[in-house]
């Protein structure tokens, strides 16, 4: 087990908060673009300044799709600050960065050699 620092539980925090805005912000928006409910959420994470949210999105398509619409919803990020910035208390509201989040193709990858092999090793028994 490790221990964690007072930081970095704040910084947790405060990344679960900006996750659940941006979540609820984004729905809105793509409930008004059809385009942009191809793309979700998965994560973000905070600079160790705390200065820059960087968000990661999903699209089954992939990156190349992704990187169309990344423009589109560029246009969202000074509403979306603006929204922060009612929504979070805090001194100042962090700059947004949107990036493909390729940890997720990862994971699915991994899960499925696991799968594999969980299946493989059940035949080997029988």
Do not use: W
């Amino acid at each position: 087990m490790t221990i964690r620092s007072a930081s970095d539980i704040k910084r947790s925090q405060k990344e679960s908060l900006l996750l659940r805005t941006l979540s609820q912000l984004y729905h809105q928006a793509s409930c008004d673009d059809k385009e942009l409910q191809q793309a979700y959420i998965t994560r973000v994470q905070l600079s160790p300044s705390k200065t820059v949210c960087t968000v990661y999105f999903y699209m089954i398509e992939g990156e190349d799709a992704f990187n169309k619409i990344k423009q589109k919803i560029s246009l969202y990020k000074p509403s979306m600050r603006k929204a922060l910035a009612r929504e979070i208390n805090g001194r100042y509201t962090c700059e947004l960065a949107f990036r493909f989040d390729e940890q997720f193709e990862k994971t699915q990858k991994i899960e499925r050699l696991l799968d594999t092999i969980a299946g493989h090793d059940q035949t080997q028994e029988e």
